[in-house]
């Protein structure tokens, strides 16, 4: 394929047309107006990031279903899970806060790596997913509002804080709040959007990798 045939690639930030060019493994393309990284090549980036998702998954389950600490005072303990925590907070008035606490640490990764996996395992498997296109602007859309590490960043400060008055007992949901937090990290550098466009391409034209 020569140059005048290659598809056409808008920068994200300066809006300048440019056409795709050919890419070493691991290399990025940038704007030449504006520097902006237009896209990469990942090679491998569909098995990679459906790997990542599904372990993600995985911990996300341990992390909503075990408790994510134990409070322990005078032998009298107490341990609650997330859910458990957003329900207190609910019922204590604190309205905004068990809001955004369920969107940002539950609502939010679960319907991102739903998403994922929804688009990921068919390709893996050689399908097409339907409603490709809206899903992928979903994705985008809920991207900001994923912020685990945010709130493992809280966690930790609150357990600063209580340790000076309370037994403080590590659940097993924190180790995997811990964990997911690095999980999403790698998948999204890992997850290539482009990626699956071409992959979508090959696919309906018939060529299975």
């Given amino acids: 394929m020569n140059v005048q045939q290659r598809p056409l690639i808008a920068c994200p930030q300066c809006d300048l047309l440019l056409r795709e060019i050919e890419l070493p493994p691991n290399g990025a393309a940038c704007c030449c107006c504006c520097g902006a990284t237009l896209y990469r090549n990942r ?59 369920f969107i940002t640490s539950i609502l939010v990764p679960a319907l991102e790596l739903g998403l994922l996996l929804y688009l990921l395992l068919p390709l893996y498997l050689g399908k097409v997913p339907v409603g490709v296109s809206p899903i992928m602007r979903l994705l985008q859309a809920i991207k900001p509002w994923g912020m685990v590490e945010v709130f493992m960043l ?56």
């Fill in 43 to 101: 090679p491998d980036s569909i098995n990679r990031s459906l790997a990542l998702a599904l372990a993600a998954a995985l911990f996300y389950g341990i992390a909503n279903t075990f408790p994510i600490i134990g409070i322990n005072l005078q032998g009298s303990g107490n341990a609650v899970t997330l859910l458990q925590a957003v329900h207190d907070l609910w019922n204590q008035g604190m309205h905004l806060v068990a809001s955004l606490t």
């Fill in 154 to 209: 809280g966690v930790l400060v609150s357990l600063v804080k209580l340790v000076q008055d309370f037994r403080i007992i590590p659940g097993v949901a924190l180790w995997s709040f811990g964990i997911l937090t690095l999980l999403l990290a790698a998948l999204a550098s890992s997850f290539n959007p482009r990626d699956i466009w071409l992959q979508l391409d090959k696919d309906r034209d018939g060529v299975i990798d």
